[in-house]
């Protein structure tokens, strides 16, 4: 199935769309300045960031987050306001 970002959909589209994947709700709650495929490169919520250091990656419908700054993803989750229930 062909996926589409969030921010990319019109707003009605958007409403009419129940299902969002977590790399959408993730991204959405993120800088995003240039994505490639599976991968985006966000600016980092955790700390100042002027460029691009974080990468966002969907793999298999997980995220994976890696902060080129050194920070910690409970950090860039927690500044994005993006609360992950604990296993």
């Known amino acids: ?45 955790a700390h100042p960031d002027r460029a691009p250091s974080l990468s966002v990656t969907d793999v298999d419908g997980k995220v994976l987050l890696h902060c080129h700054g050194g920070c910690a993803n409970t950090d860039v989750l927690a500044a994005a306001g993006i609360l992950v229930p604990l296993a």
């Not at 709650?29 to 991968?39: A, Q, R």
């Open 1 to 45: 199935a062909r996926r589409i970002r969030a921010e990319h959909l019109a707003e009605p589209e958007r409403q009419e769309r129940a299902v969002v994947t977590p790399f959408e709700l993730v991204l959405s709650k993120l800088d995003v300045v240039s994505c490639n495929g599976s991968t985006c490169e966000c600016r980092c919520p």
